[in-house]
């Protein structure tokens, strides 16, 4: 699989997985529906245009948290609206996080390390179908996660998550990150 | 690939005038999901300086050395189209397979659509091994038809489970439940099959030191042990009459497949050695060894699930005994004495690792073997700088041979069509099966 053409995978994205309305980009619209997502019809119109995002359906929640994603390259910080997932939120900010089953539970692709153990607390247990995935997870830790279940909220502000690459190449401030 | 190098133009050749491999061929009908990986494969064959070419097969339509004269760098990354052999007696009789070629079979693949396993004349199948392929065969053959018609199974084999007499599959390990080779997902999806009464024996859950040993560093093993454990404790004492039976195995080496005596040619059974485990987790794995205590287990179909074998190419290194083709990150040795990296030349998944992982486990050796192809074009080592003809000279052969190069394009159209029949039936596609039909829709 290749790490890039990081614009289809956004497209295909759409939002579905978030529970925020979705943000239409101005291209390419595939507009998969898979079985159990979580957008309810009457709260998803979808409108196609040229012109730049849209964001859909009114709501007061446009309170966004700041996370900061450590790769091998360094660390970028972007900012997430609380309802949206980190898997989507890194690929709407063209950071490298892979998503190959775009959501759905069936791989570990997307798998991240919150760097943080009271930040790792914060965060509603994994369900048994998410442990399964991250069973299979290259260099897991106490402290991994998929990102496409790591739902963004208020009390995350300040998130901190590392790709497992960067964990490959340096301990950042001092964690180590300990095989399960 | 694309992404390391802005210049760079990939050609995919595929022996099949179907992309996608085991996504589209191994993977169960009835994990949707885990296909979705298709729009990310798709993504990468759109990309302008990509192409794909089906139908175009090494060894027959083109050689390897041909392609090495057109191509500055190839990546040998094909996989492991045959199986392990068990090398018992009666390996040969009616009704005994790899479940490779069952999963071929129930998936459309068109070198087994007319495989015609017999589903018909039995009410026990035994499966061998307990990796996730054995659990994946072993739930088609469970799991109600009725459930399996709105997925993209191939018809002919959704037609013969309708009609299949199979109630009792069987699920059988050399070892024990520690080492099962299954993942805790597709276990917990066999075992929540409705109205499925599954047997686990207790005694066969007794836990060595060496199993604790392996187990406790090993998060896989010992989440499928607990369902294991959880399921061998909640299931009744013995199934209610016409319950569908699943029975996991332990312990059971097969030594020899039985012919039964009704049907000549065909199976009966298996005759199995019980075994033991010994050595311990610190000095590798427990290995099986045998008791001389054997039994009889009786069946009239056997899936033989025990991994599968890369297949040798001529031209290229091969490692026998392995498997695989020698390497070092991906870069292929070559076969002299000396193991020198051979130019130009690199393998990737199964074929560089051996036939084990899932489809993410490959996205870091594919990272490997690109860090080595970039390794050497920069360091200028192995690969050749000339000028190469690449595409142009690769479509010219094959045209000069009158081989029918099928694009992603064609697929497309395939794509299309599948989908469109499938609609008919609420399917999410009905695929094609025959070469026939695949190269006819392709080239219309």
Known sequence: MFKFSRLGARAAFKGLLSKAPPTIRSNKSYYTIFQNDCVKPSSCKLFSTTATEISLGENEETKKISVTFFNADGEQEIKVPVGMSMLEAAHENDIELEGACEGSLACSTCHVIVMDVEQYNKLED????????????????????LGCQVIAKPELDGLRLALPAATRNFAVDGYKPKPH | MLKAHEGAEVDIIDRLPTPFGLVRSGVAPDHPETKIVINQFSRVAHNERCSFFGNVSLGSSISLSELRQFYHVVVLAYGAESDRALGIPGEDLNGVHSAREFVWWYNGHPDFSNLAPDLKSTDTAIVLGQGNVALDVARILLKPPTELAITDIASHALAALKESSIRKVYLVGRRGPVQAACTAKELREILAIKDLYVNIKETDLLKTSADEEEMKTNRIRRRVFELLSKASSSSASRPSPGQRELHFTFFQKPEKFLESNDQSGHIGGVNFEKTILKGSASSGN????????????ECGLVLKSIGYKSVPVDGLPFDHSKGVVPNIRGRVLSSSRFAQPEGGLYVCGWLKRGPTGII?????????????????????????????????????????????????????????EEKRRGSLIRKPREKLTTWKDLLEVATR
Not at chain 2, 286 to 297: K, M, P, R, V
Not at chain 2, 391 to 399: C, D, F, P, S, V
């Open chain 2, 360 to 416: 993410g486990t490959n996205l870091y050796d594919a990272e490997e073997t690109v860090a080595s192809i970039s390794d050497d074009i920069e360091k200028r080592e192995r690969i050749s700088t000339s000028t190469k003809q690449g595409r142009e000279g690769l479509l010219q052969l094959l045209e000069s041979r009158k081989i029918q190069v099928i694009t992603f394009s064609d697929w497309e159209k395939i794509d299309s």
């Open chain 2, 286 to 297: 427990q290995i099986a060894a045998g008791t001389g205590e054997y039994e009889d287990l």
């Open chain 1, 126 to 145: 994994p369900t048994d179908e998410e442990n399964d995935m991250l069973d299979l997870a290259f260099g897991l830790t106490e402290t991994s996660r």
